[in-house]
């Protein structure tokens, strides 16, 4: 067990609806991260954040948006959303912001947009 | 932008097998970790490796970092089914770019 929680485990919407994907890190951890893991791109980094502020922002879509709260816990928005959305969703967390840190990873949230 | 790419995509093997997979990039990383994920689990860290040329071994896993810092690979001996999963490495260039992930040697290890 990594320590990282992730909701929901499945998420199944139609096209053009919006989701909301929720982690709480590793106790003790400031950092969360955000990817996307699909077959064919492999896991691809959406955006960081540490202590409550963005960190740092990778291949995250403008329909995408994401926040830490005061108690570390991040939400991970995704709207209009499209097929091609549909992919495993991971957040993981670190002790400290370095973007080279170990990351522990939750069990995901796999969503499928019909 | 940096690159990892792994080989073989696919490896499966019998029980009690020696194999190797690899990690290759044009790009050097500051350090490069190994992870491991199993169906409807996220990635777990196997280990971290920082300077050229280190090799680290964790049980029948053998690590090492290539002197040019551009490279790993990752030995396992005498294979287990256990060790069955999808293997990735990622890479960072320096505390302020994003770990880079490969897409991963998926291992089938058949009793």
């Known amino acids: 067990d990594s320590g990282v929680t992730q909701t929901p485990k499945h998420l199944i919407t139609a096209t053009g609806q919006r989701v909301t994907l929720r982690c709480s890190p590793r106790s003790g951890d400031l950092s969360v991260y955000w990817y996307q893991q699909s077959l064919d791109q492999g896991l691809q980094f959406l955006i960081q954040?540490?202590?409550?502020?963005?960190?740092a922002k990778g291949n995250i879509l403008e329909r995408f948006s994401a926040q830490q709260f005061p108690d570390l816990h991040s939400e991970l928005n995704l709207s209009s959303l499209e097929l091609g959305d549909s992919a495993l969703y991971f957040c993981?967390?670190?002790?400290?912001?370095?973007?080279?840190?170990?990351?522990?990873f939750g069990n995901g949230t796999r969503l499928t947009v019909t | 932008t940096q690159l990892l790419e792994q080989s073989p995509q696919f490896l499966s093997i019998q029980e009690g097998e020696n194999l190797t997979v690899y990690c290759n990039s044009s790009s050097v990383f500051s350090s490069l970790q190994w992870y491991r994920q199993e169906p409807g689990e996220g990635p777990v860290l196997l280990v971290t490796?920082?300077?050229?040329?280190e090799v680290k071994k964790l049980k029948r896993l053998t690590f090492q970092f290539g002197d040019a810092r551009k490279d790993s690979s990752l030995h396992i001996t005498a294979a287990q089914p256990g060790d069955t999963g999808l293997y990735l490495c990622a890479g960072s260039d320096s505390g302020n770019t994003p770990l880079v992930f490969g897409k991963g040697t998926r291992l089938s290890v058949i009793a």
């Open positions: 993981a967390s670190s002790v400290t912001q370095g973007l080279g840190s170990p990351l522990h």
């Open positions: 490796v920082v300077t050229g040329g």
């Open positions: 954040y540490y202590n409550g502020e963005e960190r």
